[in-house]
């Protein structure tokens, strides 16, 4: 099946009609929008395609994340690394993060999500399998520090899921995504225990690569954002999408036409900084900055804690081959992350998204802080698989929350912005995972504890709750103003309350009645 992608010779008209050779004249006196339609079309095969697409990509992500936790102690050994030059090679690849990911999300809004998700699953493919031929410890820098750039532009694949998942589904069908997170990182974990013995740390460099190059051929069979389109002016070609998706839903499209959102300007750095959006960006940047932090710590100091506990120091650089003990102690904290699934589905949309965020930061700080316990062996991997559980559910909340906080016009170059703020916290957490950690193992762990705990208490007082609020389509201080409240009211105010410009029910009293 193809679909169309944008093009400037089938840019809307000013009136934005648009139609299908094979449907009959829609009524031209209704009028309907992307938000609508995609609740109209429903759940079905049509959002399982991209959904699984999109989670493709994000299991290959985190298999190159955990290749990081893998490789550090082999490199190590290999070239005779220090402390700190194990760290930057974490570093490097978060550098690339940092700077790619909003030049991606600018570029994903003007753009469009899918174009930018071809190149940079590319990237991420080419420039890993290259890093298997590092010949020296610079030249694995650059190499992934690159790998890096093309992982900065992870968020496009979310954003594109957000986009056409209903919002009666939509916190639950991305909370379930995060699964795909954690079967990358145990596969990666496998993957490691059977090639790293027989062939060697770059055979496992290359076998990691691969994947993200199967993903990159996935895309060739899902749509462009429909919302982009529309904000872009591409309403034909967002309406032939639609129409698509209707079909292979066995729904049908809203009566009358599809119409673009007015005075949408595309991807503009101040709008996240406007009086609508200015508290809560700065409060989220917090809060991507003290996750990345936090998560990437854990995965980091995994190995780290228990050389320390157990003072395994075999030379004068520390090292120290992986035995299948480690392994299977990074394996168990890992599987913790299958812990979030249940935890954000039960809370997210019972307390509402600022509570359960909240109760996920004390958790990963309350148990990070336990880290530091003299206790045995066992209770200790329990403490860090509570750790990976609160911090993954942590992680699925600032991507859920965002994705729905962000109007389309911006979504992505908000969602890239905030990426970046994590990954400046994941630059710096490998010096503290491996570097502190490895003279203190109390002062690290107070570290991410009391940040873990800050961060709870700015989740409570963020100013805007999604909870079943429908995406917005561009910055518009009244009906943002007007969400802030939402939280206060009641499911039958809202019903009288919220309603389109031409007096309709909109979707989130049509959501909200219907729960």
Not at 71 to 88: G, H, I, K, N, T
Not at 89 to 109: E, K, R
Not at 178 to 190: K, R
Not at 430 to 452: D, K
């Amino acid at each position: 099946m193809q679909y169309v992608v944008p093009s400037p010779r089938r840019r809307a008209t000013e009136n934005g009609v648009q139609g299908d050779a094979n449907a009959a004249e829609p009524k031209q006196d209704k009028v309907y929008t992307v938000e609508e339609a995609i609740e109209s079309i429903g759940l079905g095969w049509f959002q399982v395609k991209i959904f699984l697409v999109g989670k493709m990509i994000t299991a290959a992500d985190a298999m190159e994340m955990m290749m990081l936790a893998v490789l550090s102690p082999l490199v190590r050994c290999e070239w005779q690394l220090e402390d700190y030059q194990v760290a930057f090679i974490t570093t490097a690849v978060f550098i690339g993060m940092g700077i790619s990911a909003p030049l991606l999300g600018m570029l994903g809004d003007r753009f469009g999500r899918k174009v930018i998700l071809v190149m940079v699953t590319m990237c991420v493919g080419y420039f890993g399998i290259l890093t298997t031929f590092s010949p020296t410890y610079g030249w694995m820098l650059v190499l992934r520090g690159l790998v890096g750039v093309g992982m900065g532009g992870s968020p496009q694949g979310f954003s594109l899921n957000a986009e056409y998942i209903p919002s009666k589904y939509r916190a639950k069908m991305l909370l379930f995504g995060t699964i795909f997170w954690t079967l990358g990182s145990v596969f990666e974990i496998g993957l490691a225990m059977i090639v790293v013995p027989s062939l060697g740390w770059r055979w496992l460099l290359a076998f990691t690569a691969l994947p993200v190059l199967v993903a990159c051929f996935g895309l060739i069979f899902i749509p462009e954002s429909a919302r982009f389109l529309t904000a872009a002016g591409y309403v034909d070609d967002a309406y032939k999408i639609l129409a698509q998706a209707a079909r292979t839903n066995k729904s049908t499209l809203p009566e009358g036409r599809l119409v673009m959102s007015p005075d949408i300007s595309l991807g503009r750095p101040r709008d996240l900084l406007s009086r609508e959006y200015l508290r809560s960006t700065l409060q989220l940047w917090v809060l991507w900055f003290g996750i990345a932090f936090t998560y990437y710590g854990m995965v980091l100091a995994s190995s780290e804690v228990l050389r320390v506990r157990n003072e395994e120091k075999t030379s004068h650089c520390k090292c120290a081959y992986l035995t299948t003990e480690d392994y299977t102690t990074m394996l168990l904290s890992s599987l913790g992350e299958l812990l979030s699934i249940p935890i954000n589905f039960f809370l997210i949309d019972r307390i509402g998204r600022l509570k359960s965020g909240a109760l996920c930061y004390f958790g990963t700080g309350i148990f990070f802080i336990l880290i530091q316990l003299k206790v045995n062996l066992s209770v200790l991997t329990v403490f860090m698989f509570f750790v990976r559980a609160f911090s993954s559910a942590s992680f699925s909340f600032v991507y859920i929350y965002s994705s729905e906080l962000y109007p389309t016009s911006v979504r992505t170059l908000g969602m890239g912005t905030a990426s970046a703020m994590a990954r400046v916290g994941a630059m710096i957490t490998p010096f503290v995972a491996q570097v502190l950690l490895s003279h203190s193992v109390i002062t690290a762990t107070w570290v991410y504890g009391i940040l873990c705990l800050i961060c709870g208490i700015n989740c409570i007082f963020l100013p805007i709750e999604t909870h079943g609020r429908a995406l917005p389509q561009s910055v518009s201080y009244e009906y943002n103003h007007h969400t802030m409240e939402l939280k206060e009211s009641s499911p039958t105010a809202l019903e009288s309350d919220v309603s389109d410009q031409d007096g309709r029910p909109s979707v989130v009293s049509e959501t909200i009645g219907r729960k």
